[in-house]
């Protein structure tokens, strides 16, 4: 009995060992695809190009507050009285370290969104002084390439929060400024925020006609 049990008793557990392993394994997969979709779960408008991650505290009607963590930038400043013409020359400074202008003569990915800080000059005839920051890609954070030109920088941007009006369309400097008083309006006196500049935030390029999306940060 015991030679012909034993057999017996293998077969059905190398059977059933095997259906575990299966479950096991179908189990992983899909854990995995689980945990691929979250980690790709950009928001819609960063078009599938890299954002900074964030998580949305809350939302009212004409603003959200987020939380950023920690993250390193690409920069230059550019004073001016046209934020239009800094935001450009900003850009092509910019495009110029990610298409290999930098230590390691790497070609690097664009990421969303071309953020510009805005410090307003004081009084009307007064420069104005426009930071244009592209976020360095993730993998590169721990060791970002150098830049060559002297007038762009890498630089981390601490962990902070920040109260962001989202708006379409194409954004001119008339209308971020509309957008920026509309933020400013909605918040009221409890809700203190840094007043001595402020972020405008494009994430598209001049060619994305449809669903273009733009915002303003004030940084808390």
Not at 151 to 179: C, D, M, W
Not at 193 to 202: D, E, H, I, L, V
Request: aromatic share 12%; glycine share 6%.
């Amino acid at each position: 009995m015991s030679n012909s049990s034993g057999p017996q008793y293998y077969r059905n557990s190398g059977a059933e060992v095997m259906g575990v392993l299966k479950g096991i394994v179908l189990f992983a997969v899909l854990a995995g695809a689980c945990v691929a979709r979250h980690i790709a779960a950009e928001p819609a408008f960063c078009r599938e190009l890299e954002c900074p991650k964030f998580t949305t505290d809350y939302t009212t009607k004409d603003y959200e507050k987020r939380t950023y963590p920690q993250s390193m930038w690409v920069s230059t400043t550019i004073i001016g009285v046209d934020y239009q013409g800094a935001s450009t020359q900003g850009f092509d400074k910019l495009f110029e370290y990610i298409s290999g202008k930098n230590s390691e003569k790497k070609k690097i990915d664009m990421t969303a969104p071309v953020i510009t800080r805005v410090m307003p000059g004081q009084g009307p005839t007064c420069a104005d002084n426009f930071t244009v920051s592209f976020m360095v890609p993730f993998e590169l954070q721990p060791n970002p390439p150098q830049p060559t030109d002297s007038s762009v920088i890498v630089s981390t941007l601490p962990a902070h929060q920040a109260y962001v009006r989202s708006y379409p369309g194409f954004s001119n400097e008339k209308k971020f400024l509309e957008e920026a008083e509309a933020l400013a309006k909605a918040l009221n006196s409890s809700q203190p925020y840094q007043k001595s500049f402020y972020y405008t935030a494009g994430y598209d390029s001049p060619f994305t006609v449809l669903n273009r999306h733009n915002e303003i940060w004030f940084i808390i």
